[in-house]
């Protein structure tokens, strides 16, 4: 008889959200729903994209330049202009492997590891680490307090400024998130060199998952991990095109293994550059022609002008946001480095309550802390990809309402 992976059992009922898009369905207020909760984006395609995207579609469509499978990591018009505009040519177009989305080598990269492995993650954090570490038999059973037993949780708080610390404990593989959701805060310099110190001596890998980068703001904020001497030995970096350019439902993403970035086991050294190409060109078919000549748009003079129009757009939205929340007199954070705002419930308000007075008062769709992991309770996250206006009218609510 065919049996399941029983690691699926741990995992709680529902990827998050089920519960807030319950709630919003049978909310008190009666005015339309502003989402500022799951954070897709709103804003179009950029012009360059989809100009791109038609050009590709002509040349699917003609015998002489239709494309059957591509190459397994990307093509190298992609690759090279990766290397050259995001890196400055100091990863090379082969460390770089193109993908159909950030979610997907999150999760996929566990399977090159070793089950034993010891997982270390931000709380509150980005929930796909921890499901696809349990579903990946990387944990013990579901604790009473949310958390699961065999995972070091490295909580974000005020106090450290939701900044996560190497831990003391030894840990294997480490995910981070920088800038972060939900929290919306970026690392600085300083404690990414920390964190590329502890993995060079614990000889641990560091998941360094960058799909925000294109909101850094401030200056002691790196936007690549690489930045930081030796990181290229321990860290993976992952990005993502949905949050900057609005690919959330086009599918494009890279991922980034130096060819520095080697683990030594069984007695010999790997290099996770290979292990994760072999992989990616066994179970993995190529991602869409016309994406990655989308992708590619973004590079050129005229892509670069609207995709910064568009991050632009979404971080004036977070900065109104943030300060029309402070003008309330709310305790807020994040909102500088990413489109992501990280607002304190009122002292007496857990944060379930206080998404329910937001719903049912003003009909401001939010998601609780507290669905991040057991540090969140006490917050929510606001997303800034809404519409400018939906965030004016939301903060225009949120005067009568508290
Ligand atoms: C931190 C983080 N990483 C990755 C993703 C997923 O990116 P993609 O759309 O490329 O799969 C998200 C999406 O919300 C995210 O918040």
């Known amino acids: 008889m065919a049996k399941i992976n029983a690691h699926y059992s741990k995992l709680s009922g529902n990827y998050i959200f089920g519960e807030v898009a319950d709630r919003a369905k049978v909310r008190k207020s009666t005015l339309p ?20 995207l038609i050009d590709a579609a002509k040349e699917m469509g003609d015998p002489l330049s239709y494309k059957g499978y591509g190459p397994p990591f990307g093509y190298d018009f992609l690759r090279e202009a990766i290397s050259q505009h995001d890196y400055n040519g100091k990863i090379a177009p082969d460390e770089i492997i193109i993908s159909d989305g950030a979610k997907c080598d999150i999760s996929n990269i566990q399977e090159i590891f070793c089950t034993q492995n010891r997982v270390a993650l931000a709380d509150p ?23 699961y037993g065999g995972v070091t ?49 614990e000889g641990a890998i560091l998941i360094y998952d960058g799909a925000y980068e294109a909101y850094i703001r401030s200056k002691d904020a790196p936007h690549s991990i690489y930045e930081i001497k030796g990181a290229e030995e321990v860290a993976i970096e992952i990005r993502s095109f949905s949050k900057s350019a609005g690919f959330t439902g086009l599918r494009l993403s890279y991922s980034v293994f130096p060819h520095a970035l080697k683990v030594f086991d069984c007695g010999r050294e790997h290099s996770l550059n290979a292990l994760w190409k072999r992989r990616h060109e066994t179970k993995y078919g190529g991602t869409p022609y016309a994406a990655q000549r989308a992708g590619a748009a973004l590079y050129t003079p005229e892509g670069k002008k609207q995709l910064q ?59 609780p802390g507290s669905e991040f992991g057991s540090s969140g309770s006490g917050f929510l996250r606001m997303s800034a990809f809404a519409p400018r206006p939906s965030i004016e009218e939301a903060l225009q609510r949120l005067r009568s309402a508290l």
């Open 153 to 201: 949780y490295l909580s974000c708080t005020e106090e450290n400024g939701f900044r996560p610390r190497p831990p003391r404990e030894h840990c294997d593989l480490v995910y981070l998130c920088s800038p972060n959701n939900p929290t919306g805060v970026a690392m600085d310099r300083e404690l990414l060199a920390e964190w590329v110190a502890y993995a060079k001596k």
């Open 125 to 147: 954090t980005y929930p796909v680490y921890i499901d696809t570490t349990v579903m990946a038999g990387r944990t013990r059973p579901r604790l009473k307090n949310g958390r």
């Open 309 to 367: 129009a568009v991050v632009q757009t979404y971080s004036d939205n977070a900065l109104l946001l943030r300060k029309g929340l402070q003008n309330l007199g709310l305790t807020v954070y994040g909102g500088i480095d990413a489109p992501y705002i990280w607002c304190k419930a009122p002292a007496h308000l857990t944060d379930w309550e206080f998404f329910d007075i937001l719903l049912n008062k003003a009909a401001i769709l939010s998601i």
């Open 33 to 52: 729903l502003i989402s500022l909760g799951v954070g897709d984006i709103t804003l179009p395609l950029p012009a360059a994209c989809v100009s791109a």
